[in-house]
């Protein structure tokens, strides 16, 4: 990695990169085949959440292996920087004004820590089961932001130095365990705990973006989006997201 880039992730838990004249094409490219998958209601039907303020778009991009999408490659200063690895189509990730309202089967409490909390996460664990529990299925290598649209609200957030404290709890769950079995093992509490204590240790930090930069998190960040501001103007947060597994289970905790 370039230098500042590891001491970036390694102290912050992300790192912005300037904007770029190759990543702006691909993304003037990217929104344009977004608006599509937005207009189409079988994408709407599956994806709008949040009394239709949030668009998850779980793979939803219709991008190439490579990441290029309508011909327009996938190239920017990140290269040399996070490792090459095949890419899946990546999420359309859709906030729009009003942002996050509350759905109709959603709690109060769920409904408040998406306000207060911006729905503070760490990528890769799924809920399994009636009872929602925690299981690491999805060990992502790194995750790769690009903003699609000029829109300051609704930003990202990622709470600073937050993977460190990750780190630690999932060295303690998965101790003695070989990586093949840590999707096996129910992480709800220890992750829930090592979460809290994120939230009295770091701090959360804003990422604001426009088209041509980006943004690489590590994989083990804690991070959200923020609720939509007053007078953020009516064309939503469109983004991108990139977050290729990582090729060894075991690098997921050991890898820097």
Not at 74 to 89: A, D, N, R, V, Y
Request: charged share 25%.
């Amino acid at each position: 990695m370039v230098e500042w880039i590891e001491d970036a992730l390694s102290s912050q838990s992300f790192a912005v990169l300037p904007q770029d004249k190759g990543v702006l094409t691909w993304a003037k490219a990217a929104a344009a085949a977004g608006k599509r998958v937005l207009a189409d209601p079988e994408q709407r039907a599956t994806w709008l959440r949040h009394g239709e303020t949030w668009f998850v778009g779980v793979d939803a991009l219709p991008n190439a292996a490579d990441g290029s999408i309508d011909g327009v490659p996938l190239k920017g200063p990140w290269e040399g920087q996070i490792s090459t690895l095949p890419l899946h189509p990546a999420q359309l990730s859709v906030v729009y004004p009003g942002y996050p309202k509350q759905d109709p089967d959603e709690s109060d409490a769920s409904h408040r820590f998406r306000r207060e909390r911006c729905a503070a996460h760490l990528d890769g664990l799924l809920r399994v089961g009636p009872e929602n529990r925690r299981y690491l299925k999805e060990p992502h290598a790194w995750i790769l932001g690009l903003p699609l649209t000029d829109v300051p609200n609704a930003p990202l957030v990622v709470w600073e130095g937050s993977h460190e404290i990750i780190r630690e709890a999932f060295m303690v769950a998965f101790a003695g365990m070989p990586p093949a079995m840590w999707g096996d093992i129910d992480v709800t509490e220890i992750y829930q705990e090592a979460r809290r204590e994120v939230f009295d240790l770091c701090e959360p930090r804003e990422v604001r973006m426009v088209p041509g930069q980006s943004v690489i998190l590590h994989r083990l960040s804690i991070h959200g989006v923020a609720p939509w501001g007053a007078g953020g103007g009516k064309t939503p947060r469109m983004v991108a997201y990139f977050r290729p597994l990582i090729p060894e289970t075991r690098d997921w905790l050991r890898a820097p």
